[in-house]
């Protein structure tokens, strides 16, 4: 008699197979086109990226009505031993032809400029060229600047020419993310083939996996277009490298899963069928608890203040989603269509053995089983010692200067002007206020320490006043994206607000990076315990239990914290990075739980399964023995995707994708493989607490244990 399959055989029985099939050649081919317009779809604007509530984002928002969105790209000229006169004639020629641009949102007519850094004998010219900002942000600077680019030249014979100031730096913004879809699309399929080509030991397996993540990809993408473009969503740059990462990286972690219970199944059942049936049947419900887990805590995300925070909730909860419905009908339909032959050179036949029950995982299992509260108690004061790294942790925000793993222009140009002009020219504050009490905020500004005095006043191109507003900028003594920077608005916003009757504002780029702060360090307290949550209450409804989703959650916590610990050390020692983002420790922290947990998961649920045939510390040895192969084969995969978002010349996406990398190998060979396994055999039965299965632990299946729980008590 075979054993209950559910709906196991609408996806892979004789017919239905062809009919998943033709359903999702009928969705890509209508999704394809979508699909490719997902870039078109991206907001990359600042209000975007910013907390919505914030000061900054308000000013922002009130100053579209003096102006349209402007970014300044700043033109710096410099000569150490003195500009020449043919250099200064040079300079007058570029700002005549300057202020006749005006393709790409160039705004030449407001070019001001040149400024000199002194009267008499000056080695620097200053000129900024206005750029307007459309919904596609930083996406449309690099083209303006090119054009600007090729006026100005790039200096030579002793004359440095550089284009910085916010436009440059976006610009080189736009420059490393270009390509982002495809770098990381081709980084994550050969990290997926080699390690499927390792894990499978076939070229022709893999192939399948491959067809069905990237089916999944498509589809994601082709449904997030839509929701953009008519429901609202945000999609920016970050969102949608991420969701390549995710999407391979889950997808294929799944697929490998269900590949390792259908080989098994094959080895006991003629008809393929009938195996895959069993294996969805088997392995489903930990597949699905994984996926939702991730979905469930990337939702999570949408509590965030930061927009871009809140934004790449849905978008990789989608994308997760997408590609675990991908994995759990169209990649078991592909498998039983081409049969066991798809797994040449090593097909598994009926009636071999299981190579797993003398594997590797089953004697370390074995040896941990000797002497598990040793063995846990001294593997947790390790990762407790690697915590301690995290006292290197700077997570206090990136500077223009240090985000990028090069030197690109802007950067270089930025340093050259801080030698002659003001740190914070080009990137001012950004005040509005009453039209009536504008003087005397004007008055409070000017005398406010780290502002230059002689700076303020109207920008070109801006209307004196709009229905009793007015708007100014000032300009600050300190680089804008430095900490002094924000210490000065945090200073002129006190200033600004204790003026009557001003329903004063302050703006601009560093306040901008001040709010960000805020709202990423609220986001931390907030979202972290949130997904603990989530992932506490999925754990206890797929285990059924209590003490073993709890110990699963110290673990996962103490594998965060090592993780992060190591990573720093690494940042600060072996990679000279400077510091990490704000959002840097929320991101690795949502990743790695939300992923990680996928291995309890597959462990615990398999060894729940044996507890009910030979008890639970047998059931522990079995099913490490299980999964043993097929999750370090998952991490391997899921830790090399992320590795490819060092591939994008930004610290920030090398450090995340590290410091996820690192702590997937660490849940992978460390914590699920040994201390949740010591964990599991020290305590025993009790796991399972408050469930019977932890009172009449062997011979009883989970499910008849389920059934006697729902009985009522005899007398």
Not at 82 to 99: P, S
Not at 352 to 375: D, F, K, L, S, T
Request: charged residues 15%.
């Amino acid at each position: 008699m075979t054993e209950k399959r559910g709906i196991a055989h609408l996806v892979c029985g004789r017919r239905a197979k062809w009919v998943v099939l033709v359903l999702w050649l009928i969705v890509l081919f209508v999704v394809a086109p979508f699909a490719q317009k997902l870039t078109d779809a991206q907001d990359n604007d600042a209000a975007s990226w910013l907390p919505g509530s914030a000061e900054s984002t308000q000013v922002l928002q009130i100053s579209e009505d003096f102006r349209p969105e402007q970014i300044p790209a700043v033109v710096i000229y410099a000569r150490e031993s003195g500009l020449t006169a043919e250099d200064r004639a040079a300079i007058d020629e570029d700002v005549r032809e300057l202020k006749q641009l005006t393709a790409h949102g160039i705004r030449g007519d407001e070019t001001r400029g040149p400024t000199y850094d002194r009267e008499v004998d000056p080695r620097a010219a200053q000129v900024q060229v206005p750029i307007t900002m459309d919904e596609k942000g930083w996406e449309e600077i690099a083209p303006a600047v090119d054009d600007i680019r090729e006026i100005t030249g790039e200096g030579g014979n002793g004359l440095a020419v550089h284009i910085t100031g916010p436009g440059g730096t976006s610009a080189d913004f736009a420059e490393a993310f270009e390509g982002i879809d495809s770098t990381l699309l081709l980084s994550a399929m050969a990290v997926v083939i080699v390690m499927l080509l390792i894990t499978y030991r076939s070229p022709t397996l893999l192939v399948i996996p491959l067809i069905a993540v990237i089916a999944a990809l498509f589809t994601a993408q082709a449904l997030i277009y839509l929701l953009a473009e008519h429901a609202g969503l945000t999609v920016n740059g970050q969102s949608a490298g991420i969701l390549t990462v995710l999407v391979f990286g889950a997808g294929t972690d799944y697929a490998l899963l269900l590949v390792a219970r259908y080989r098994e199944e094959l080895r006991g059942h003629h008809d393929r069928h009938e195996a895959m049936a069993l294996a969805l049947h088997r392995a489903g419900p930990a597949v699905i608890a994984s996926g939702a887990t991730v979905v469930l805590s990337m939702l999570v995300l949408m509590a965030a203040e930061m927009n871009s925070t809140s934004g790449l909730g849905p978008v990789a909860a989608i994308g997760v989603a997408v590609g675990m419905l991908a994995m759990m009908t169209l990649f078991p339909a592909l498998l039983v269509i081409f049969g066991r032959w798809i797994f040449w050179p090593v097909v598994p036949h009926l009636g071999a053995p299981n190579p797993h029950e003398r594997g590797i995982w089953a004697r370390m299992g074995r040896r941990i089983a000797a002497r598990p509260r040793m063995v846990w108690a001294v593997t947790a004061a390790v990762l407790a010692i690697c915590s301690l790294g995290l006292i290197q942790l700077r997570a206090e925000g990136i500077s223009n200067a240090d985000a990028f793993t090069g030197t690109p222009d802007s950067i270089t140009g930025q340093e050259v002007s801080e030698r002659y002009f003001p740190a914070g020219s080009g990137d001012p504050l950004v005040i509005i206020s009453n039209q009536a009490q504008a003087e005397e905020v004007g008055q409070v500004v000017a005398a406010t320490p780290g502002v230059v005095p002689e700076s303020l006043g109207l920008p070109p191109g801006t209307k004196p006043s709009f229905e009793g507003k007015v708007l100014f900028e000032a300009t600050m003594s300190d680089p804008a994206d430095s900490e002094a920077a924000k210490q000065t608005v945090e200073r002129v916003r006190d200033a600004v607000h204790a003026v009557p009757d001003a329903d004063a504002q302050v703006g601009g780029g560093t306040a901008a990076l001040l709010d960000m702060d805020k709202a990423t360090t609220h986001d931390n307290i907030l979202i972290i315990p949130l997904v603990l949550v989530v992932v506490l209450l999925i754990l206890c409804a797929l285990l059924r239990a209590l003490i073993a989703p709890l110990l699963l959650i110290g673990t996962v916590i103490l594998s965060f914290t090592a993780a992060l610990g190591i990573s720093a050390l690494a940042f600060r020692y072996l990679f000279d990075y400077a510091g990490e983002s704000t959002d840097f420790p929320l991101f690795v922290f949502v990743f790695l739980v939300a992923l990680g947990i996928d291995y309890n998961i597959f462990l615990t649920t398999r060894i729940r399964e044996e507890a009910g045939r030979q008890g639970t510390r047998a059931g522990v040895v079995t099913g490490l023995a299980a999964t043993g192969a097929v999750i370090t084969s998952a991490g391997l995969v899921l830790a090399g995707t992320f590795a490819a978002l060092g591939t994008l010349p930004m610290v920030a996406f090398a450090e995340i994708g590290f410091a996820v990398a690192l702590g997937v190998l660490l849940d992978t060979f460390i914590v699920r493989s040994v201390l949740v396994t010591a964990l599991f055999l020290d305590v025993g039965p009790k796991v399972w607490w408050p469930h019977r299965l932890s009172k009449e632990d062997g011979g009883v299946s989970p499910s008849e244990a389920d059934k006697q729980m729902a009985r009522p008590a005899g007398p």
